[in-house]
């Protein structure tokens, strides 16, 4: 099917910045919406950037000015770049995308990565 992998997290300490990557691979006719999804320990995952598939993006309160989504659909990669972090950032960010699978362009499936952990302390 299709696989996302997430690079790109570590420990950071406050007001500095992360870049974060999920490529996407395998049986891809369209990716579609891709999106970042922080979860810290105990809470759900939070949908923070989300950009479509021209280019446009929404982002949650909570990061606005600070977090930037953007995407590459000649390598099926999206960032997500990070600033000014803030120890309430510190979560594992997973990657997520619709993707249009197969050969028909008529099949649209969600996929996770596996996640990268994302730590702001001093």
């Known amino acids: 099917q299709v696989q996302l992998v997430e690079s790109g997290g570590g420990l950071v300490p406050p007001g500095g910045s992360l870049r974060l990557s999920c490529f996407a691979s395998?049986?891809?006719?369209?990716?579609?919406?891709m999106d970042w999804y922080p979860q810290a320990p105990g809470n759900q995952r939070e949908l923070v950037a989300t950009?479509?598939?021209?280019?446009?993006?929404n982002y949650a309160d909570s990061v606005k000015g600070r977090f930037t989504i953007s995407r590459d659909n000649a390598k099926n990669t999206v960032y997500l770049q990070m600033d000014s972090l803030n120890r309430e950032d510190t979560a594992v960010y997973y990657c997520?995308?619709?993707?249009?699978?197969?050969?028909?362009?008529?099949?649209?499936?969600?996929?996770w990565g596996q996640g990268t952990q994302v730590t702001v302390a001093s």
């Open positions: 997520h995308a619709y993707v249009v699978v197969g050969t028909t362009g008529l099949n649209e499936c969600s996929f």
């Open positions: 950009i479509a598939l021209n280019g446009n993006t």
């Open positions: 395998g049986n891809i006719f369209r990716i579609n919406a």
